[in-house]
């Protein structure tokens, strides 16, 4: 509307008012007389005149427009109730004795009915929004059936027919309570009396006029969507229009078909809720209209229903509380046709309540499987919450989607409850076939989980498993599901030190019996494993599922798109998912030749001696040693080197397990690669520190596997050392002299960097290699001395200063020692520069003979008991005559 026609017609409508206001006071002075004729009408008529004036003064005011709405409502609600209590026509003229009286009484009563409409229509014509009126009127009336129905019906339908002519070529209207307001009417279109019907009917028509206008953008684009699928709906022409009011009468498919084409979903949506709640009236015979009119709703407009999950709740609730419902059956078919266009909305909000399910839940779980077209729809919702991990507290309420179990997520549990109901359903039977290895694995998840699950006493907690035990029965898998009872499989899942045992005997068994569902189940497998996992769980039970499988299906070794898998999960963030890695490639060692990109599969191994859990590190140095016992030489040999680096870090462990294995074996590699020594000579130098300090390792296997490494160490260097490194012969000072004096005579050029690798032991927390790291030091720099350089010699003294004060008192001893030989080392080398040329030159060509330093003797309990050193001054005093 343009402004200059609103002030036209607000202008033409105060004069409307003010002609009305002047016909009424002459009214008033003409009927005065009918107050003793006809009382009751005389009171009903000028309390509406009073009410009127109260309205309309209040709607002309600044009140709060919602505190407005409740005051008129209130007053047109008192107004309604004396107006429609009224005697009817005949009887109010039986009250005059004269003609003149009658006519006069026949006037008043049709000018009380037009008052009230005219409030009504002042209301409607300010504000679309108080059409809500109507709504409540209708309610009123089927509240007390002694109103003047056909009266009533006469009003709404006037002020609806109003109402349309005004909203024409609106481009949107604020009235909400269409919807509802079309719910009440649908109901009275199929009225017993044809006049209320068809009273009925034209107010409808009237309606729907109106929800034409609420969205005229929306209803070009449903238009058009009609043309092209080829539906032809209500409405769509002005001849259509002009019948529409007979076509709505009586025929309730007629109508559905045009409340659900015409109006939009959040008013269609209030439409089935309205028409939901009259399900409970104590009127049966509104009641089964209601069934009928919302089971049609559904078949035809479902999909433009938005509250589907408010719906279901309610049915849930009163189903609950009165389980012998008279209208159960079309609440449990409103569940199917929910079911049928938002299947996700309604699989959720079945999940929301507290487990186990009662039998109203079941019911609807049944009702919801019923309509077979969505069953893949249905099942991958399941799928989708059995993801989940089941007892797990959400992290803010905030996140939360679920109101009915506090902060913890028990949906994956009823989940698995509802697959027991659905799983076994005829239609379902398709469905199940084409997600057999998601619902399989996803059933074995949530097994593993359900060991720490706990539930109420007397709550089954294994949904679970009746689950995956139906699903084996349904895609014909009996005899596996037989075989399993008799392997005593699912007691198992319930512990979790078995539990992963469980999952191998499924896969086991799957794969004995030749399941027909194997492609699809490895193709899965295969997916999920190059996915990123949800919980580390998942990739356990892929990991042991996958490995069964295909060694079923398959020889070692694998083909190559499945060995990448296992060399990736070898670095996986999940020890378990490494170690079960690595237990497979090493079970692959018979045919490690055969592996095309072997180079590949052992750095990933070698990659998992940087984990930091033990165990992994462990499984690798044990995988690594049985592959390398089987591999070609020419391989080996290309590798060996970085192998044997390798090794040299996990030397110094703070595991002794993995300290002793890591020496053990890079001696083992050197005894395989003697024929490459001078490839391994530098590797060698680098080990030869933590070689001769673990020698004093308080864990006897350790020690052992230091001699037997060093043994083969200076055996490839070729130095007549290794015989001290027998028991009877053994001594840790001594092999610290002999080697450091065949250093200076074939590898002199390392000691710097000895000297270097020892300084980070004297910080050492060990007692034992913090004493072995001074006495080390102490060799290396007196038979090395000449190849220091100042600011060398002034870091070591620096490095030695510490354990002049430390607790251990053997070390204190020890270091003092040591300390000395720093301090001389240091006066020669501020000497002069023709003296400190001449030394070295003179030390390249004559190797003096070293004499032991420290007489040191090893103690089995170097933190209780340290054994002391004996002659330490005789033996400083020929050190120093020595120089």
């Not at 086991?508 to 295969?526: A, D, G, R, V």
């Not at 001696?667 to 395989?672: A, M, P, Q």
């Not at 680098?686 to 490494?709: H, M, N, S, W």
Request: hydrophobic share 40%.
């Amino acid at each position: 509307m343009t402004s200059k026609n609103q002030k036209t017609s607000k202008n033409l409508r105060h004069s409307k008012d003010k002609a009305t206001s002047l016909q009424i006071l002459q009214s008033n002075v003409k009927w005065h007389h009918l107050e003793n004729v006809a009382a009751c009408l005389w009171d009903a008529y000028s309390g509406l005149l009073g009410d009127q004036a109260m309205i309309l003064a209040m709607n002309s005011s600044y009140v709060d427009p919602l505190l407005q709405f409740e005051t008129q409502l209130k007053i047109i609600k008192s107004s309604f109730k004396v107006v429609f209590s009224i005697p009817s026509l005949e009887e109010v003229k039986k009250m005059g004795n004269r003609e003149d009286d009658k006519e006069d009484l026949e006037n008043l009563y049709q000018n009380t009915l037009n008052l009230f409409e005219d409030t009504l229509l002042i209301l409607v014509s300010k504000d679309l929004y108080k059409l809500q009126i109507l709504k409540d009127m209708a309610v009123w009336m089927n509240e007390d059936s002694s109103y003047l129905q056909e009266r009533v019906m006469v009003i709404i339908s006037r002020v609806l027919s109003f109402a349309s002519r005004r909203v024409r070529g609106y481009e949107s209207v604020g009235a909400p309570c269409l919807g509802v307001l079309a719910a009440e009417l649908s109901l009275l279109c199929c009225h017993s009396d044809p006049l209320i019907a068809q009273q009925a009917s034209s107010g409808l028509y009237h309606l729907l006029c109106i929800a034409k206008c609420q969205n005229a953008d929306t209803e070009r684009k449903r238009s058009t969507m009609c043309e092209k699928s080829g539906d032809h709906c209500l409405l769509t022409t002005p001849s259509d229009m002009e019948f529409l009011p007979k076509v709505l009468q009586w025929d309730k498919t007629k109508i559905i078909q045009s409340v659900g084409f015409t109006l939009l979903p959040s008013l269609l949506t209030d439409f089935v809720w309205s028409l939901l709640m009259r399900l409970s009236s104590p009127n049966n015979i509104i009641a089964f209209r209601a069934s009928t009119m919302l089971k049609l709703t559904l078949e035809y407009h479902a999909h433009k229903v938005t509250m589907v999950s408010k719906i279901v709740d309610t049915i849930y609730k009163q189903l609950c509380e009165n389980p012998s419902h008279v209208m159960k059956h079309t609440m449990l078919r409103v569940v199917t046709l929910l079911t049928r266009t938002s299947p996700k909305k309604v699989v959720f909000q079945l999940m929301d309540y507290p487990v186990p399910a009662d039998n109203t839940l079941i019911l609807m779980w049944h009702a919801a499987g019923s309509e077979s077209s969505v069953a893949p729809h249905v099942l991958k919702t399941i799928l989708l919450i059995l993801k989940g991990k089941p007892g797990e507290m959400q992290d803010s309420l905030k996140e939360r989607r679920r109101f009915s179990l506090d902060t913890t997520n028990m949906m994956p549990v009823a989940a698995s409850q509802a697959l027991c109901t659905l799983l076994p359903v005829g239609s379902y039977k398709k469905a199940v076939a084409q997600v057999f290895p998601q619902l399989l694995m996803a059933l074995m998840l949530q097994l593993c989980y359900s060991r720490d699950l706990r539930l109420m006493p007397g709550n089954r907690t294994v949904y679970a498993q009746d689950a995956l035990r139906v699903l084996l029965t349904c895609s014909g898998l009996q005899q596996v599901d037989a075989a399993l009872k008799r392997k005593n499989c699912w007691s198992r899942f319930s512990h979790a030190p078995f539990h992963h045992h469980a999952v191998y005997l499924v896969a086991k068994t799957l794969s004995e019996y030749n399941f027909p569902q194997f492609p699809e189940t490895l193709h899965y497998l295969y997916k999920l494993s190059v996915e990123d996992p949800r919980q580390s769980e998942d990739s356990i039970i892929t990991v042991i599922f996958l490995t069964e499988i295909l060694n079923n299906f398959f020889k070692d070794p694998f083909p190559e798109e499945f060995l990448v898998l296992f060399r990736n999960w070898v670095n996986d963030a999940n020890p378990a998912v490494s170690k079960l890695s690595l237990q497979k490639i090493a079970s692959m060692a018979p045919v490690i030749n055969e592996i095309e990109n072997v180079c590949s599969l052992l750095g990933s191994v070698l990659d998992a001696f940087l984990s930091k859990d033990k165990t992994v590190i462990i499984r690798a140095l044990i995988t690594l040693r049985r592959l390398l016992v089987r591999l070609d030489k020419v391989t080996y040999s290309s590798l060996c080197t970085r192998i044997a680096s390798s090794y040299c870090p996990l030397m110094d462990h703070s595991n002794g397990g993995i300290r002793s294995m890591a020496i053990q074996h890079f001696g083992e590699l050197l005894r395989d690669m003697s024929e490459y020594t001078w490839m391994l000579n530098d590797v060698i130098l680098e080990g030869l520190v933590p070689l001769i300090l673990f020698l004093e390792d308080t864990e006897i296997r350790v020690a052992q596997a230091c001699k037997y490494t060093l043994a083969i160490c200076v055996s490839e260097l070729n130095w007549p050392t290794w015989h001290l490194l027998k028991d009877e012969f053994y001594s840790f000072e001594e092999v610290v002299l002999r080697v450091c004096s065949n250093l200076l005579t074939s590898h002199e050029n390392y000691i710097t960097n000895l000297i270097s690798d020892t300084l980070g032991f004297l910080r050492s927390s060990r007692v034992y290699l913090r004493r072995a790291s001074v006495i080390l030091i102490g060799y290396l720099a007196k038979v090395g001395g000449h190849l220091l350089l100042r600011d060398e010699i002034e870091v070591m003294l620096e490095a030695i200063d510490p354990r002049l004060r430390d607790e251990d008192p053997v070390t204190r001893e020890l270091a003092e020692i040591t300390y000395t030989v720093f301090k001389e080392i240091a006066h020669r080398l501020t000497s002069s520069n023709l003296k400190q040329i001449f030394r070295r030159v003179f030390n390249s060509i004559y190797t003096k003979k070293l004499k032991p330093l420290y007489n040191y003797k090893w103690s089995d309990n170097p933190a209780g008991s340290p054994v002391r050193i004996k002659d330490t001054k005789h033996d400083k005093e020929a050190h120093t005559g020595e120089n």
